[in-house]
């Protein structure tokens, strides 16, 4: 069966500053994210044709493009596959800014999706621009005659709420489950619903996580 994986871009400064770098098109990878993209791409070569798709911003072209180029496979910019739109909190690193954000995030995967972090997103918000493109992707190339592994070069954030909605994650394993960049969370849609197979490096049980904190990096 075909298989969709949610992939992390590659590392940007913003990543190594701690910075919240949401609005587009964002920054660029930085030459160690151009060899995790490559890395990546060498490492996870299919064996059939795929589709390859990136967010708007410039770090998810750029990983999807590294990917594509070993692949020798176009990729596709796609909307609303961005990452979480932090608002009021845009550029800052200091520790007051990604408490917020950690605590509307925090809100989330325990369920309030109206909670809006400050002149940002809520997770409504997010659902309600992200998750057609997925379904979109489900009916076109997931089921059906014409069934390709999805590849969706995206942000680390936003990949992790919305496969802890597709699958039903236990909130306190999406949330305290690092995705480092190129990190990939790969889903399957069997049956009417869908199944995780791997979360970054764990491959199960996706159960709760009680006695781990939560991660530091607030995108990944």
Do not use: C
Request: net charge negative; hydrophobic share 40%.
């Amino acid at each position: 069966m075909a298989r969709l994986h949610l992939v992390r871009h590659g590392e940007t400064t913003s990543n190594v500053m701690r910075r919240l770098d949401t609005a587009l098109p964002g920054a660029a990878l930085t030459d160690f994210g151009v060899r995790q993209g490559v890395r990546f791409a060498l490492e996870n070569r299919p064996a059939q044709d795929v589709v390859l798709l990136s967010s708007l911003a410039r770090r998810a072209q750029q990983t999807a493009e590294l990917i594509g180029s070993v692949w020798d496979v176009d990729s596709t910019v796609t909307e609303g596959i961005h990452e979480v739109q932090v608002g009021e909190l845009e550029d800052r690193f200091d520790d007051d800014a990604h408490g917020v954000f950690k605590e509307i995030v925090d809100r989330w995967h325990q369920g309030d999706l109206e909670a809006r972090i400050p002149g940002g997103e809520s997770l409504a918000m997010v659902y309600d621009r992200y998750l057609p493109v997925i379904e979109d992707l489900r009916g076109r190339h997931l089921q059906g005659a014409d069934q390709r592994d999805v590849y969706v070069v995206s942000h680390g954030a936003a990949i992790r709420l919305i496969a802890a909605r597709l699958a039903g994650v236990d909130p306190s394993f999406a949330a305290g489950t690092h995705l480092r960049n190129t990190g990939t969370i790969e889903l399957e849609f069997t049956d009417g619903n869908w199944h995780l197979h791997r979360w970054g490096a764990v491959t199960g049980p996706f159960g709760p996580r009680i006695d781990e904190p939560l991660v530091t990096d607030p995108m990944g």
